[in-house]
């Protein structure tokens, strides 16, 4: 019977009614742990004719008062959040062992089963968070909330919080969880790293040793990269500066090499902002901003606010890309020859081992891929535009040239002409069976075309 449980559980000492409920926490839905105590309490009392006699947190042994601070705790984790803007939150606990061993001890003190109910720590997290979403609007998430407060139960004495109803903030800890902004970008001009590049000779320092001491850098002239901007340097201090967040760290869908283009509808990224106090900017302003900064270089657009799922999307998407090459031969080479290499290549499954221009950074493997489509014309008999369309993960610049054989077939194999790509560019990136947006991956409306193209102007 549950309420010869509950006798046996007020017989190990005083007992608050929310310690009382809590082994009863599965039982009839709806009600809080207090309830259910206050109920068992009150049934036993008319078993017994006897009077009602409640034991008070303050002198409860197995919570030693903790369970009448919620209310407390909760108003101080919503004054440390004051200053963060989200939607969406949790609450957690640090529980003193002591509190802990009391919890497991008031059921084997009473016969039960050490886990049955619900723990104290669940308990406190519950009730909080409870109070924190009504106070705030805002919705639990147990998964990737906003904001992470962390409650150190340890950290004050219940038995002044009871007295005064406050809890110091000394006690909550409030974690920001990054925010994350997606896009496009067209990289409009050669030799703009995806990424910033720091200087491989002095490891991104801009100094270098002398007998006369510390100088600036001879290889970066002292700026400390390779590179004077990327597009991660264009896009990532503007998006930071709007959530006023700490850092940022930018991911993109794959990479073009340095010294190509990347045009059109441009390549999908996600800027990631770590704790973030603002978490709503203007996409549509954010994005008008960037492009001012840039003046031609770099542009962005599609500006979303999105979810960490996006981050993913980014990085692990199935993608094919486009492309457009100028390319130049050693020899002449005869249109009917080059029109039916083209055709060869359409179609064709490539094996690519991994290429020697890239070789001192990447594991050394064969790989396979398509090329969906290629086509060109000879501008001359030495020089061509080829463009086409192939499988993420190719490499062009070997498919033209062949990389010493390490490609085949290719290009410069099929002619049995020596080929050099002088000039990339990449026209498209897109997901080979959905696009990257989708709209389970975003927090905000997509915008209209008013608001696209004043982003634009």
């Not at 100088?215 to 264009?234: F, H, L, N």
């Amino acid at each position: 019977m549950i309420t010869e449980d509950a006798r046996a559980l007020l017989e190990t000492g005083p007992v608050c009614d929310s310690c009382l409920g809590r082994p009863f926490a599965e039982r009839s839905f709806g009600l809080t742990n207090a309830e259910r105590g206050r109920a068992l309490r009150t049934t036993i009392a008319m078993e017994d004719d006897a009077d009602f006699e409640p034991d008070e947190p303050a002198d409860c042994w197995v919570c030693e008062g903790y369970s009448g601070t919620v209310d407390a705790i909760a108003e101080t984790v919503v004054d440390a959040l004051e200053d963060a803007d989200f939607a969406t939150y949790q609450v957690g606990s640090r529980v003193p062992p002591l509190v802990e061993e009391n919890d497991r001890l008031l059921r084997e003190d009473a016969g039960l089963e050490p886990d049955v109910g619900e723990s104290f720590k669940r308990e406190v997290n519950r009730e909080v968070g409870r109070r924190v979403g009504a106070k705030t609007g805002t919705d639990v998430d147990f998964d990737r909330p906003d904001v992470l407060a962390i409650v150190d139960l340890a950290a004050f004495d219940p038995l002044e919080a009871l007295e005064s109803e406050t809890v110091t903030g000394h006690a909550v800890d409030v974690q920001l969880n990054p925010a994350f902004v997606y896009g496009r970008y067209r990289k409009l001009e050669r030799d703009i790293p995806q990424t910033e590049w720091p200087c491989r000779e002095c490891g991104g320092s801009g100094t270098q040793l002398s007998d006369d001491g510390e100088e600036p850098c001879d290889y970066c002239g002292g700026s400390g990269y390779m590179y004077d901007t990327s597009v991660e340097q264009t896009v990532r201090p503007h998006v930071v500066d709007a959530m006023d967040g700490d850092e940022g760290t930018f991911h993109g869908a794959g990479r073009e090499d340095v010294d190509a283009r990347m045009l059109e509808e441009g390549r999908p990224f996600v800027l990631e902002v770590k704790r973030p106090k603002i978490r709503d900017p203007d996409p549509a302003e954010l994005e008008r901003e960037i492009n001012d900064a840039a003046e031609g270089s770099v542009e962005v657009e599609g500006l979303r606010l999105a979810t960490y799922e996006m981050v993913e999307r980014v990085k692990e998407h199935d993608a094919s890309k486009r492309y457009r090459a100028d390319v130049e031969f050693v020899d002449p080479v005869d249109e009917a020859d080059f029109e039916a290499a083209l055709e060869e290549l359409t179609g064709t499954t490539v094996q690519q081992d991994t290429p020697q221009r890239v070789d001192h950074r990447r594991a050394d493997l064969t790989r396979e891929r398509t090329v969906y489509d290629i086509d060109g014309e000879l501008r001359s008999p030495t020089e061509a535009e080829v463009r086409l369309h192939g499988e993420g993960g190719l490499y062009v610049k070997e498919l033209i040239s062949s990389d010493d054989g390490r490609t085949e077939p290719s290009l410069a194999g099929l002619l049995e002409i020596d080929a050099e790509v002088t000039a990339l560019d990449v026209f498209g990136v897109e997901g080979e069976d959905e696009p990257f947006e989708l709209e389970e991956y975003f927090l905000d409306e997509p915008r209209d075309d008013g608001e696209a193209a004043a982003a634009d102007a």
